[in-house]
């Protein structure tokens, strides 16, 4: 672990002889990034394509509401704080986390549930109430969950992958945790229930992947979410991105907003600098990209040498699911929904074919209900209550024309959720937003419209996925969703921690 550079204003009128970091985008792992290397003695600029600072975690506020675009859930706490004592402060004296107890309802398509949260007697009641059977499997997937992530998170999820070898390395490890095979197969070798099966599996969902086809690795978010809780940012997680860009701006950083970048410049096979779209170039001792990696090299680096992550490459590799996602507000609130809700559809493994490997749009879905104001009430006006449902849906090799298709979809799921968690709910909505695949390959340059960039199955994972550092240009580094560790936010974050190991330190560019 390096030693922060303290921060002294400079003498007015003295220019910054720091070595230049620019950073593209201002993501979870962009802005994490932009701490580290400020910490480091970088002179960091972060330049942002859109309005504001966020990127996927970016906040639009309409009629008297505040919703969050995109990631609401808030686990290991402990990588921010540490970020914040980098930075010389404290993460409680700039963002509030609140714990939720429980952690979310599962409702099945029968109309049954299963609540999940943090205390292990209370989760082995609910797995006996609906599986008495099961307990002893659930026991074991708990304490195999714990190794994995003891492995796969505290060993692993820092450390970068920049050569065949270190996969090697850990090579005895994925194979004593059972890397190669799926979360799916491994829950069901542990509990045989159908709904217990899916309450322990479904979470890489929430960072791209389908159950079927990811590494097992990924069953340490059970493990992570027991121990270190389940929580939101008072504000909305937009309070914790505002609160990371002033971290950046009181460390002497600075971040360009409405600054979209069009091309890395490069020196051979060294990153140089930037374009911007205005025509603007910046001269840069480092350049990070938080953008998603095939926009990386794809777009940003057209122009540049590359072997490993060819056009070809990368247009072949899977990717993860888009999401359709309506946000709206009620005049009224709905005090028995929780703050996270997961609706079940009658179908679970079919539906995931639908959507990772058929590119087809179901008449039928699961959905994250999420309800912020049941944990913070500031979000929607007096008396009301702000709302986002989430459905997973094909990526845009689909050929799905959203232009079309999403008011039929958007009423597809209000009528659904009006005949099971909201009763009579839509009389009562006051305002709305709808965004699709198309919002995020555009606005979020997101390739295929992807949510999550790469999926993160075995070989798409460590070593195989594209490396913080990269393989094909000198002093260009990685950070974000499609990198090592991955999505997911403690996945993004970990991704700048990364850079402490690969970035050379500021004074060998002096």
Not at 10 to 32: F, N, Q, T
Not at 70 to 79: D, E, L, R, Y
Not at 181 to 209: C, D, E, Y
């Amino acid at each position: 672990m390096f030693t922060p550079i303290e921060q002294r204003p400079l003498p007015k009128g003295e220019p910054d002889r720091r070595p230049h970091a620019a950073i593209i985008g201002s993501g979870l792992g962009g802005l994490s990034a932009a701490i580290r290397l400020g910490a480091r003695g970088y002179r960091v600029t972060v330049y942002e394509k859109l309005e504001q600072p966020g990127g996927r975690a970016s906040v639009f506020r309409q009629d008297g509401f505040t919703f969050d675009a995109g990631p609401t859930i808030i686990t290991a706490p402990f990588i921010l704080e540490e970020l914040w004592s980098l930075a010389g402060a404290k993460l409680s004296d700039d963002v509030t986390l609140k714990a939720l107890d429980p952690f979310y309802d599962i409702r099945f398509h029968d109309g049954s549930t299963i609540t999940c949260c943090g205390d292990p007697e209370r989760m082995r009641e609910e797995v006996r109430r609906i599986s008495p059977g099961d307990v002893e499997g659930y026991e074991r997937f708990m304490a195999e969950s714990e190794a994995i992530y003891r492995i796969g998170f505290e060993q692993l999820g820092h450390v970068p992958f920049g050569s065949p070898l270190d996969m090697v390395k850990i090579a005895p490890d994925l194979l004593r945790l059972g890397a190669w095979r799926t979360v799916w197969q491994h829950v069901s070798a542990r509990v045989k229930n159908p709904k217990i099966r899916m309450a322990l599996s479904f979470h890489p969902l929430f960072i791209g992947g389908n159950p079927f086809k990811v590494t097992a690795i990924y069953s340490m978010i059970a493990y992570l979410e027991r121990q270190f809780g389940v929580h939101c940012a008072i504000g909305g997680t937009g309070a914790l991105v505002k609160a990371m860009a002033n971290l950046i701006t009181h460390q002497g950083g600075r971040i360009a907003l409405n600054s979209e970048v069009s091309e890395i410049i490069c020196e051979g096979h060294r990153a140089a600098g930037l374009k911007l779209a205005s025509g603007e170039t910046v001269k840069a001792s480092i350049v990070v990209s938080n953008a998603e990696t095939a926009h990386t090299y794809v777009k940003l680096l057209k122009n540049a040498p590359r072997k490993r992550w060819s056009d070809v490459k990368l247009k072949r590799a899977r990717y993860s699911m888009s999401l359709f996602v309506w946000y709206f507000g009620t005049r009224k609130t709905y005090p028995n929904v929780k703050h996270h809700t997961i609706v079940m559809g009658p179908r679970y493994k079919e539906l995931l074919h639908d959507i990772f490997e058929r590119k087809h749009l179901a008449e039928d879905f699961s959905l994250y209900l999420h309800r912020p104001t049941a944990s913070d009430p500031s979000l929607a006006p007096e008396g009301c209550d702000s709302f986002y449902v989430l459905s997973p849906v094909p990526h845009q090799d689909s050929a799905i024309d959203w232009t079309t298709r999403a008011a039929r979809y958007r009423d597809q799921i209000a009528a659904h959720l009006d005949a099971t968690v909201l009763p009579g709910f839509r009389e009562h909505i006051v305002t709305e937003k709808i965004i699709t695949p198309i919002d995020f390959e555009n606005r979020l340059s997101s390739y295929k419209g992807a949510a999550f960039g790469l999926e993160p199955v075995l070989l798409q994972s460590a070593w195989f996925r594209p490396n913080n550092r990269s393989e094909d240009i000198e002093n260009l580094f990685l950070v974000g969703a499609g990198t090592h560790p991955g999505a997911g936010i403690p996945g993004v974050i970990s991704s700048a921690r990364i850079l402490d190991k690969v970035v050379p330190d500021a004074a060998a560019f002096a």
